[in-house]
């Protein structure tokens, strides 16, 4: 019997070429579907939610797959871990760079990508300079000067529904619109970190990378919160902030 099966990952990013399966280069999608197959015996193809960019880490990404292999859904991450962990390491059950945290079963309708009504982005904005989370966070220069404040009163312009063709880099999948809702958008901070979460129910190319790029330009006062409006209103990708290096950057959470 044919089961429709959600997964939900998390991978480091930093030896991925993004998500999406591509000829000659290793990606997240073509690892998994890879160990699919030698579980499966045959070629197993993966429906992600979220293509993301090579260097990108994921806490919470999901996908889904047809599965018709005895192999019950419930031992697939047990099963798929072990195989993560030796691939390229000889050492089975080392841990790899990618975890299936979860398996189940779901309606014969659902879909990861078109069933998804939203997500939470995380990034991660290093204040200590530490060479051994470079591949884990945005090691900015003046990171532990920047005003908190600052850069909240910025994000509150961003929270809202607006067209925010302002924060899009071209390449991406052309979209039918550039309308999209931020639903909150939050920084907080600790002795080591700046955190900076963002939840909307869809995300332009880079959109996360470059809101992250204009609120640190706020927090250095660069720009005022009353100017992240008014770039908003502009939909000029040139007038807005930098686009911040993905290694700072967690899909964390998605809705369904």
């Not at 993301?52 to 806490?59: I, K, P, S, Y």
């Not at 958008?185 to 809101?211: A, K, P, W």
Request: one cysteine or more; a negative charge.
């Amino acid at each position: 019997m044919t089961r429709n099966v959600l997964i939900k990952i998390e991978y480091d990013g930093t030896d991925f070429n993004g998500w999406q399966i591509q000829p000659d280069a290793r990606t997240v999608q073509g690892e998994i579907e890879h160990v699919l197959k030698y579980i499966a015996g045959r070629d197993v193809h993966i429906h992600g939610t979220s293509r993301t960019d090579a260097g990108v880490h994921a806490l919470g990404q999901c996908a889904t797959f047809d599965w018709d292999s005895n192999m019950p859904v419930e031992k697939l991450p047990e099963v798929m871990n072990r195989r993560f962990g030796a691939g390229g390491e000889g050492r089975s059950g080392a841990p790899g760079d990618i975890r299936i945290i979860s398996a189940e079963v779901m309606p014969e309708d659902f879909h990861a990508r078109y069933s998804c009504k939203g997500k939470t982005y995380r990034y991660v904005i290093d204040k200590t300079g530490d060479i051994f989370v470079r591949n884990r966070a945005f090691q900015y220069p003046g990171a532990d000067k920047l005003d908190i404040g600052a850069m909240r009163e910025a994000a509150s312009h961003i929270v809202g529904t607006h067209d925010f063709k302002c924060f899009e880099t071209a390449g991406g999948t052309p979209r039918e619109s550039t309308v999209r809702t931020v639903s909150a958008l939050e920084i907080t901070e600790d002795e080591n970190s700046i955190f900076i979460e963002i939840t909307g129910d869809g995300f332009l190319y880079n959109m996360v990378r470059i809101i992250v790029g204009t609120l640190v330009e706020a927090g250095e006062g660069r720009r005022t919160a009353e100017g992240v409006a008014d770039v908003i209103e502009s939909r000029d990708r040139s007038k807005a902030g930098f686009t911040a290096p993905p290694q700072g950057l967690y899909l964390k959470e998605i809705f369904f």
